[in-house]
């Protein structure tokens, strides 16, 4: 078995470049390369979204129109076919009513509708694939309906019983619960209620839990804090009773996108051998924010989404204080507009130090982790994380809230200083977050130890090989598990 070249179907709502909200689609645009690199004959399906141009990536009808079997009785789907750049075959589910005529992936009322349309028709169109998986990796509530699918129905019919699914969850927040008429929708109304469940309701994060062979979330942690703390919510005692099939594996980082040496979006390439150069980014940053350009004053650098989940309502109390010295903030994301609110107000209160951009913007993302000397993440929870590891390989230092995978990844001074990659703060809240950010800037001014800790974030491996490694293993045990049930 450890040998053996295995088919996967790796299924997810968005995937880079095709649809991106936030970090699955990093993760569904790169694991699949990785293993298809590897040796392995993995395929990725997606709904096609109407902001997918088709011109933009030369797709193509794949077979014939098909019928899915959902409401009163079916709707006509079909695929579109075309590859990425390092050959992985891509599949995108086309239909006329949930995904092609709506530009957005997500925010509609119909949501839990349209993501059991898209696992129905994932199952459908299987038969005309003329290719079978020996294992389905499915990825958060939206595609929930085949492990579900799989352990009521597929197990009794022959083409089927044989498929194993993985059950990978990155953010245990978004649960994807709605009244159990969908399942009648789904035409699936022989699916048990779950005790986690409220009454009337399904909750498809839970029903992908409890039916998959394996479960996994994106960090070691991250699966401890499920089941031991708040981050677990009222899905806790379920992951408990499936703990033996519940571990943890860090997501990578596309290494070739950010790779500090090459990086077209900044202005001077460097590596761990002249990380002097970094200060030619650190001032090209604070021109294109309109900060004064200082090499001696600490550069604080955040992008995030403006959500509660990211901690964004702590900063004002946070730096306030810090900002009352010598410290520039240079902040871009978009979200809720009550936290842009605050955070212009903050910038109003101190116009010549900080400097909130408030758009999508990747050229200057690129720019803030080259640039910023401590990049900050005080996340409320974070299953894994990926802009403490974009940091740590930019030589910028973090600091971060010591949870999910900012734990498993930043490794704080004052606890282990010979191992040391960054700051982290426990409890979570604006006086500790202030008090590591306070820790980082005098150790700042040590350029000695500072370099210290940039050398160990900049050399530390945070590629997507390690983790697609552990991602085969899993897929092994889950055929393994499947086999035996």
């Not at 990093?26 to 997606?46: C, Y």
């Not at 900063?315 to 410290?327: F, H, K, N």
């Not at 600091?399 to 426990?426: M, N, Q």
Request: glycine share 8%.
């Amino acid at each position: 078995m450890s040998d053996k070249r295995l088919k996967v179907l790796f299924l997810a709502a968005e995937a880079v470049p095709f649809a991106r909200v936030g970090g699955l689609a990093d993760v569904a645009g790169a694991l699949p390369n990785v293993l298809h690199a590897m040796g392995h004959d993995v395929r990725l399906m997606i709904p096609r979204y109407g902001s997918i141009r088709s011109e933009e990536f030369q797709f193509k009808k794949f077979a014939r129109p098909f019928s899915v079997p959902v409401g009163p009785g079916h709707e006509r789907a079909h695929l579109v076919h075309t590859t990425t750049g390092d050959g992985v075959p891509v599949y995108l589910v086309w239909d006329e009513k949930f995904f092609s005529p709506r530009e957005r992936v997500y925010g509609f009322d119909d949501d839990p509708q349209r993501f059991a349309f898209f696992g129905r028709a994932v199952i459908a169109s299987l038969e005309m694939l003329e290719w079978m998986p020996d294992v389905i990796h499915a990825n958060d509530w939206h595609t929930a309906v085949l492990p579900t699918w799989l352990a009521y129905e597929g197990r009794y019919l022959r083409q089927y019983r044989h498929l194993a699914c993985l059950f990978t969850i990155h953010n245990l927040a978004y649960q994807g619960i709605s009244g159990r008429l969908l399942l009648t929708f789904a035409q699936m109304e022989y699916v048990k209620h779950l005790e986690v469940e409220p009454p009337g309701q399904v909750n498809w994060m839970a029903q992908g839990i409890a039916n998959a062979d394996l479960v996994n979330t994106v960090s070691q942690q991250y699966a401890q804090d499920i089941l031991q703390t708040a981050a677990g919510g009222d899905l806790a005692p379920l992951l408990r009773q499936r703990q033996d099939r519940l571990s943890g594996v860090p997501n990578g980082i596309d290494c070739q996108v950010w790779d500090p040496a090459t990086d077209p979006h900044i202005s001077h390439h460097f590596d761990r051998s002249s990380t002097k150069m970094r200060a030619v980014n650190k001032a090209a940053l604070q021109q294109a924010a309109h900060l004064p350009v200082r090499p001696d004053v600490p550069l604080l650098g955040l992008v995030t989404r403006l959500e509660h989940v990211k901690g964004v309502d702590i900063l004002p109390a946070m730096m306030e204080p810090l900002l009352a010295g010598d410290v520039q903030l240079v902040l871009l994301g978009t979200g809720q507009p009550e936290y842009q609110e605050m955070l212009e107000g903050l910038q109003r209160r101190f116009p010549n130090k900080v400097r909130c951009l408030f758009r999508h913007d990747d050229v200057l993302a690129h720019r803030i982790y080259a640039g910023c000397d401590i990049y900050l993440m005080p996340s409320r929870f974070e299953p894994c994380g990926r802009g403490q590891m974009i940091a740590m390989r930019y030589g910028a230092v973090p600091v971060v809230h010591k949870t999910g995978g900012l734990a498993d990844t930043v490794i704080d001074y004052h606890e282990r200083p010979d191992k040391a990659t960054g700051f982290s703060f426990s409890p979570f809240g604006p006086e500790t977050g202030l008090e590591a950010v306070r820790r980082a800037m005098r150790v700042f001014r040590d350029r000695a130890a500072w370099e210290a800790l940039q050398m160990r974030g900049m050399k530390g491996d945070f590629c997507w090989s390690a983790a697609a490694k552990k991602y085969l293993q899993l897929y092994r045990q889950a055929i393994e598990r499947h086999a035996q049930s």
